[in-house]
């Protein structure tokens, strides 16, 4: 079976400009989470979904940041417009169940963004 | 907040010997999970323990909680080189999401 499928992989882009992330999550899954691992804050979760519906948005940064989920079997992370700071490796992941922690999140390989 | 919080931050063994690794938590869990992430790659599933357990298995892999404690260990029996990784534990946040630790970079020596 197909694991979590992110693109791009990389992404280099200067600032100002926008960047949008992509997400296939594990058919049959239906929490979704959008994570950001820097060497100084770790592993941060951004934003979850269950069912296609955003329920914690608290993680996410600031209203550069937007992340939505169309079906469910896809989602995106935008950053609009993107900063020097914003340099991560951003993962999804996907679990079934409600979100509540009780199951194993599958996590994609992420992408590794840089703004110059 | 509610995270799991590693200890220690890098460990490095020979193969062949254990690891071991702890996390510690602040309040009250329902489980706790152990996760694995090779360089530049996702975090990968490794043992979820329930409140009610106190210890279970995986192959070469042992996970203990205690939670009068409020602490977890992983223990990786007769380490490989590619058990070479950074490992984290990860704890439920206010019932609806997981918080991660800042990990431990394990090194194994061939």
């Known amino acids: 079976d197909a694991g979590v499928i992110q693109s791009p992989r990389h992404e280099v882009t200067e600032m100002g400009q926008e960047v949008t992330l992509r997400c296939k999550p594990i058919?049959?899954?239906?929490?979704l989470f959008w994570y950001r691992q820097t060497m100084m804050r770790g592993l941060e979760l951004l934003i979850y979904?269950?069912?296609?519906?955003?329920?914690?948005d608290s993680g996410m940064p600031e209203d550069r940041f937007s992340a939505k989920m169309p079906n469910a079997s896809f989602s995106t992370l935008k950053i609009q417009p993107s900063e020097p700071r914003d340099s991560a490796v951003y993962f999804c992941?996907?679990?079934?169940?409600?979100?509540?922690?009780?199951?194993?999140?599958?996590f994609g390989d992420g992408t590794r963004l840089s703004i110059l | 907040s509610q995270q799991g919080e590693e200890d220690p931050q890098a460990l490095s063994i020979q193969e062949g010997e254990n690891a071991t690794m702890n996390c510690s938590y602040k309040?009250?869990?329902?489980?706790l999970q152990w996760y694995r992430q090779n360089s530049g790659r996702g975090l990968v599933h490794l043992i979820l323990?329930?409140?009610?357990?106190r210890e279970k298995h995986s192959g070469r892999l042992r996970v203990t909680l205690d939670t009068s404690k409020k602490s977890s260990s992983l223990l990786i029996t007769a380490s490989r080189a590619a058990d070479t990784a950074s490992y984290f534990c990860?704890?439920?946040?206010?019932?609806?999401?997981?918080?991660f630790g800042a990990g431990t970079r394990l090194t194994v020596k061939p």
């Open positions: 990860a704890v439920l946040h206010n019932n609806n999401d997981m918080r």
């Open positions: 058919s049959g899954h239906n929490s």
């Open positions: 309040t009250s869990i329902n489980n």
């Open positions: 992941a996907s679990s079934l169940g409600s979100g509540s922690g009780n199951q194993p999140q599958h």
């Open positions: 323990i329930r409140s009610n357990e």
């Open positions: 979904f269950n069912n296609n519906v955003p329920i914690d």
